[in-house]
């Protein structure tokens, strides 16, 4: 019943731009911070951007923060991530991820299948 979808993920070029977006579905979307994951190959995977519950603005990760801005349309229930100048070290599995506590205090969180970024040289 809960679903975090991403799409926009493929291969580019050094200095390109892509979008992500993650549509979730089966919660209520509002209610739940919600962000964007990376894994590269050997690597672990690391947080770029998220959002808190009700809050409008984002946090970034420091390798990320001034080539990508992540936004929100709760109407839709996607998060976006635009990226911009892009580097093969962005190179990775893109992941949405989302979670909340709920009444009883206990941690709820989705992780999204992934979306394969590329960049290359």
């Known amino acids: 019943e809960v679903q975090l979808v991403e799409s926009g993920g493929g291969l580019v070029q050094a200095g390109e731009s892509l979008r992500l977006s993650c549509t979730a579905s089966g919660f209520t979307f509002a209610d739940y911070a919600i962000g964007w994951f990376r894994q590269a190959p050997g690597k672990e995977r690391e947080g770029v951007s998220c959002f808190m519950s009700g809050d409008p603005d984002p946090y970034y990760g420091d390798s990320v923060k001034d080539r990508f801005t992540a936004y929100r349309d709760n109407a839709k229930n996607t998060i976006y991530l635009q990226m911009n100048t892009l580097k093969p070290e962005d190179t990775a599995v893109y992941y949405c991820?989302?979670?909340?506590?709920?009444?009883?205090?206990?941690?709820?969180?989705?992780w999204g299948p992934g979306t394969q970024v590329n960049v290359s040289s």
């Open positions: 991820y989302a979670d909340h506590f709920d009444e009883h205090g206990y941690l709820v969180h989705f």
